[in-house]
């Protein structure tokens, strides 16, 4: 689907810069042609009214009605011209009256054609080469006066524009095939990513969400069938369903808040509140788990560090450290949380002795139902560390992990907008007033 869609993202594209510079070229020649015709129409009235007036180098007629011999002109003009008095009717072609311009020939078989023209101005063809016409009828000699212009010039500068254009565009085309193909790829990729994330997280939560159904199902089934059976049984089976249902309802929890972290909506209630004291309560809850497991469990913290924020989430967050930490650290292991105040922000790390993370796991260690990393158990539906880090980056903080297979691993919780000793000097200075 998404090469397709950029197959047709890039045909569109260079149709676009087809038509434009289609445009270009197209507006481009008209317009030139427009202009050089009107270059040439202004410059025969100028070159015909000179003629008529008698100010051409070489005078048509001398004062006693013989023809003068013209003086020894320039070199000739690039262009080919003729201007002269034509009797069309008899085909008689006076010489040309302009001597600084290159003659045209087969001039009389150009003439031949502007003579079948009904129109005063004009465009005629011989021999492939176009020629731009004027005349004007002349009352004192017969026959009309006539200036015939070669426009192969102007038309070599139109030709030479168009090519340009079309040279242009083909480069511009090529040139936004190869981004478009390149840049069109790594546009597309977060967005072919982000699609395939949700089919997976849509179809790992499905299976998350099948297996306490089923196991709430058989239990329900196992009651049905046996409504006479012994307390004992039916109070087992109720305790697995109550279970299934505490987990399901954690793992619905988790889809829900991360849910409405991705659509950006308001996930926490900040308030300051004491965060060394918080995290000192989480542990003490610990103790005894880690008593269970023959575990050391230590903290290492200062005391009255203040934070701004939601202390419910923050709490989770140590929850969910915690719990990976106790799941994956042998007896006799050693676990310690320390929380250090900084310049501006605070540090919560949770340090394990725990069989590690090996480095082809380790980056995937915060996506969402990845089995692949052992920090993920079904205990939180694969959704604990994801969760951890939404809470952390809605608190605009940051979470990393560092960790050595067989050695340990440690998750470093960094939050900002630290209040400190600010507001426990505020703090001491209220109570001292109110004492």
Not at 152 to 178: P, R, V, Y
Request: proline content about 5%; hydrophobic content about 40%; overall charge negative.
């Amino acid at each position: 689907m998404f090469r397709r869609l950029h197959t047709q993202f890039i045909i569109i594209n260079l149709v676009v810069i087809a038509c434009v510079f289609a445009v270009l070229a197209l507006g481009g020649y008209w317009f030139l042609r427009a202009h050089f015709t009107e270059r040439a129409s202004f410059f025969a009235e100028r070159i015909m009214e000179d003629a008529e007036r008698g100010r051409l180098p070489m005078q048509m007629f001398g004062g006693d009605g013989e023809r003068q011999p013209p003086p020894p002109p320039p070199p000739p003009r690039p262009m080919e011209l003729y201007l002269g008095v034509v009797d069309v009717a008899n085909g008689v072609l006076s010489p040309s009256l302009d001597p600084w311009a290159k003659e045209i020939p087969n001039i009389k078989n150009v003439v031949a054609l502007v003579a079948a023209q009904n129109s005063l101005k004009g465009f005629v063809t011989w021999e492939g080469q176009e020629y731009f016409f004027a005349r004007k009828a002349r009352e004192d000699y017969q026959g009309e006066l006539l200036l015939v212009q070669n426009f192969e010039h102007d038309n070599e500068i139109l030709k030479k524009l168009m090519m340009a254009i079309l040279g242009t565009g083909c480069a511009c085309m090529g040139l936004s095939l190869l981004g478009n193909i390149y840049w069109g790829r790594r546009a597309v990729e977060p967005v072919r990513e982000a699609w395939q994330q949700q089919r997976d997280f849509l179809a790992d939560a499905s299976h998350e969400l099948r297996t306490p159904l089923t196991v709430i199902l058989t239990n329900l089934s196992l009651l049905r069938g046996e409504p006479d059976s012994q307390l004992y049984g039916r109070q087992r089976w109720l305790e697995n369903m109550e279970e299934e249902i505490h987990h399901m309802s954690d793992l619905v929890d988790g889809l829900l808040f991360l849910a409405r972290s991705d659509a950006r909506q308001k996930v926490l209630d900040c308030k300051p509140f004491l965060l060394s004291e918080t995290i000192a309560g989480i542990v003490a809850a610990f103790r005894p788990l880690a008593r269970e497991k023959k575990l050391e469990l230590r903290l290492n913290c200062e005391e009255d560090i203040w934070l701004d924020g939601d202390e419910t989430r923050l709490r989770q967050v140590t929850e969910n450290l915690l719990n990976n930490a106790l799941r994956h650290t042998e007896e006799g292991g050693r676990i310690e949380v320390i929380i250090k105040r900084q310049a501006e922000n605070v540090s919560l790390s949770v340090l394990d002795t725990g069989e590690g993370i090996s480095a082809e796991n380790l980056p995937h260690v915060f996506q969402r139902f990845y089995q692949g990393d052992p920090s993920h158990s079904r205990g939180k539906g694969g959704l604990g560390l994801a969760i951890v880090k939404s809470i952390v980056e809605n608190h605009s903080g940051k979470v990393s992990v560092s960790s050595q297979v067989g050695e340990g691993t440690e998750f470093l919780v960094t939050l900002p907008t630290l209040i400190g000793e600010i507001w426990g000097e505020n703090n001491g200075n209220s109570s001292a007033n109110a004492r």
